[in-house]
């Protein structure tokens, strides 16, 4: 497969506009929001392509890419999603909506498996085992052609997931449950930014 893959410094350029739909992902230097921060934020339109932005720590300022994110009319696919939009809410200050996470359409759907992960879905889906190596390296710095193609990765392939992962919650009757699960997670993210770790539902 030839991968279209567009390493953007600071911000995306004026003449890329996105469609109706775009999977995105995040890189960071950690997955602690008091300590680590964001340094990369992947882009894909499900073309084979990804366009990847490549933060300034000491200015977060991307009016073009906080416009597309900003934008409500474009649905944005991620995986874990939790996560990525705790460190863009924190760093580029958007509050993110049309949200779908394939990691909780996994666990609504796949009640076949207990493997979630990225990795494990694009081998069911995709047949292809990707590997996750690259996943703890340093994506502070300069990047590596092997990095810039496992950022790639993590989003090429999360439109035809989205797709599959709809197929089964529509079929096994669980896709209401599923849409009405997402709603929360801009208070799951807002409870994760106010140090609600625990599962509040709890005892």
């Keep these: 497969m030839n991968l279209d893959i567009k390493l953007h410094k600071k911000d995306l350029p004026d ?9 995105i992902d995040c890189e960071f230097t950690g997955l602690n929001i008091e300590r680590d921060r964001l ?3 992947q882009i894909s339109s499900g073309k084979n392509d990804a366009h990847i932005i490549q933060f300034d720590k000491e200015n977060y300022n991307a009016p073009n890419l906080k416009k597309t994110l900003g934008n409500k009319k474009i649905s944005k696919l991620f995986h874990f999603a939790r996560a990525d ?8 200050g958007v509050d993110i909506q049309n949200v779908n996470c394939t990691k909780i359409m996994s666990k609504i759907a796949r009640s076949y498996s207990d493997r979630h992960g990225l990795k494990d879905l694009i081998k069911e889906f995709i047949g292809i085992d990707v590997s996750k190596q690259l996943q703890s390296s340093d994506f502070g710095g300069e990047l590596s052609e092997k990095q810039l193609k496992y950022c790639a990765q993590d989003v090429i392939y999360l439109h035809e997931i989205y797709d599959s992962l ?8 669980r896709i209401e449950i599923y849409e009405k699960t997402i ?21």
């Design 15 to 23: 003449e890329i506009v996105f469609s109706d739909k775009i999977a």
């Design 39 to 41: 340094c990369l934020l």
């Design 85 to 92: 939009l705790l460190f863009i809410k924190k760093y580029l």
């Design 166 to 173: 709809k197929k089964i919650l529509e079929r096994e009757n």
């Design 183 to 203: 709603k929360f997670i801009n208070t799951r993210v807002d409870l994760d930014f106010a140090s609600f770790k625990d599962d509040i539902w709890s005892h």
